[in-house]
C-alpha cells in the first residue's frame, strides 16, 4: 500500500461550523505533513509530525488545531474558519529524514461561505 | 527570504523538444534533498525526481533528469522528448535536515502540438 488518504474529498463549512479533514497512510512513515494550497499557488507547508510529535508549526492560526493519534493517521480540526482559508489541503508522509519524496494524498478541496 | 526560486513563471515549448525548467535554492544545511513534482489540472502531486546533496551523480528518471550544481546551487529539470501530457505546473523543492520541506512558486509549461 503506498498511497495516502484523505477524506473528504470536499468539504463546504460555514464559519462558525466545526469540522476536521483526516489523513491515512499505511508505509509506516514516521514523518506527516499539512500543506495548504491556494489556486495557482504553491503548497505552503503548515504542520510537520515526526514520530506522532508536532515538530513543526509555521506560525499557522489556531483555528487549525493539527493532531496525530497514531503513526498512521493525521488529523486537521477546522474552527471559527474564515472564507480566505478556502483551499486544497494537501496531507503528505515520508519515511523521514534522507528520504527521497513525500507522498501526497490527493486533497481536501475547502469551502469557506 | 526566498530559498527555493523558480524564475520561469511560464513556458511554451514544442512537442518532442526538450525543455529545461530553471530551480535555484538557498539552504545553509550541509544535508539537504531537492525534488520535482508535477501538478496537472486535476490537483494531485505527481513525484518525479530527487537529488541528494551527497549524491555524486545527477538523478535521472526515464525522460526526467535534474542537473545539479551544488556550487551554484541549481537543480534544474530536464525533460527530453515532450509529450502533450506533460503540460501542468512543476513545482521545485527542498527538504532541509529538519524534516520541512518547502516549494517554489512553480513554473507553468505548456506543450504546443
Known amino acids: 500500500d503506498t498511497e495516502v488518504t484523505q477524506t473528504p474529498k470536499h468539504l463546504v463549512m460555514g464559519m462558525t461550523n466545526k469540522k476536521s479533514l483526516k489523513c491515512e497512510q499505511h508505509?509506516?512513515?514516521?514523518?506527516m505533513y499539512w500543506y495548504k494550497q491556494k489556486a495557482k499557488k504553491p503548497p505552503e507547508l503548515m504542520f510537520v509530525?515526526?514520530?506522532?510529535?508536532?515538530?513543526i508549526n509555521e506560525s499557522v492560526p489556531s483555528r487549525f488545531s493539527p493532531e496525530c493519534p497514531n503513526s498512521s493517521l493525521l488529523n486537521l480540526h477546522l474552527h471559527a474558519l474564515q472564507p480566505e482559508d478556502s483551499a486544497l489541503y494537501l496531507c503528505?508522509?515520508?519515511?523521514?529524514?534522507?528520504?527521497?519524496?513525500?507522498?501526497f494524498g490527493s486533497g481536501t478541496q475547502l469551502s469557506v461561505l | 527570504a526566498q530559498k527555493i526560486t523558480q524564475t520561469q513563471p511560464g513556458m511554451f515549448v514544442q512537442e518532442k523538444e526538450a525543455v529545461t525548467l530553471d530551480c535555484t535554492y538557498d539552504?545553509?544545511?550541509?544535508?539537504?534533498?531537492l525534488f520535482w513534482y508535477k501538478q496537472p489540472s486535476s490537483g494531485e502531486m505527481i513525484f518525479l525526481i530527487y537529488?541528494?546533496?551527497?549524491?555524486?551523480q545527477n538523478a535521472t528518471e526515464g525522460r526526467y533528469s535534474l542537473n545539479f550544481q551544488k556550487a551554484r546551487k541549481s537543480a534544474n529539470l530536464v525533460i527530453s522528448a515532450s509529450q502533450l501530457g506533460d503540460s501542468a505546473m512543476y513545482f521545485c523543492?527542498?527538504?532541509?535536515?529538519?524534516?520541512?520541506?518547502?516549494f517554489g512558486k512553480g513554473t507553468r509549461l505548456h506543450i504546443l502540438p
Open positions: 509530525y515526526s514520530y506522532e510529535k508536532l515538530s
Open positions: 539552504t545553509s544545511d550541509p544535508s539537504y534533498g
Open positions: 503528505a508522509s515520508s519515511q523521514g529524514q534522507g528520504s527521497e519524496k513525500l507522498f
Open positions: 537529488q541528494g546533496s551527497y549524491d555524486q
Open positions: 523543492a527542498m527538504r532541509e535536515e529538519d524534516d520541512k520541506i518547502i
Open positions: 508505509m509506516g512513515h514516521r514523518a
